[in-house]
């Protein structure tokens, strides 16, 4: 087996919560804010602390409307499972590029209603610095050594000195 170093995640990410209107997602100009989001809307990630109605706090990683290069309104927040990556998510934009309520995938649609809402959204820049994680894969004909220690279907580096 050889191995492969492959990112843990896609840059595909899913913004939960968008139709509701708790834990700050409403203003004063708007009732639910994440009715705002359209395609190809941005939203900045920021780390954030939220506190329930029970007075228990909690973290959590916001997603925060940009228009004009000025933030707006929360929106939503990532799933929890991007918690342990907050630092990564911190200050970095996404777009949006659809809704899961949209979807023709029924499962999406019923997703979509238990998480209030959910905007799909491509993280956008060019320092996607994940790290990489190693995984196995198995061995192909290729990959094989022959009788000489050499892979098939690789050129041999070695010279032929016969003229």
């Known amino acids: 087996m050889l191995d492969i170093v492959m990112p ?6 899913d913004i939960v919560g968008i139709k509701e209107n708790s834990s700050g997602r409403k203003c004063e100009w708007h009732e639910v804010c994440g009715d705002v989001l ?52 911190e200050g970095k934009l996404a777009q949006v590029t659809g809704f899961l309520h949209d979807s023709d995938n029924a499962t999406d649609r019923r997703r979509s209603h238990q998480c209030r809402g959910i905007a799909r959204a491509c993280l956008i820049g060019k320092d996607f610095t994940f790290t990489p ?31």
Not at 8 to 13: K, S
Not at 138 to 149: A, F, Q, S, T, Y
């Open 8 to 13: 843990p995640m896609d840059p595909v990410i």
């Open 38 to 89: 359209e395609m190809d809307s941005i939203v900045r990630f920021h780390k954030v602390q939220l506190v329930e109605v029970d007075g228990t706090e909690r973290m959590a990683i916001a997603a925060v409307w940009v228009t004009d290069g000025v933030e707006r309104c929360r929106v939503g927040f990532l799933p929890k499972c991007y918690l342990k990556k907050a630092p990564y998510f």
């Open 133 to 163: 994680q190693k995984t196995k894969r198995p061995l192909e004909d290729d990959d094989v050594p022959d009788k000489h220690g050499e892979k098939k279907g690789k050129k041999s580096n070695k010279i032929n000195k016969s003229s």
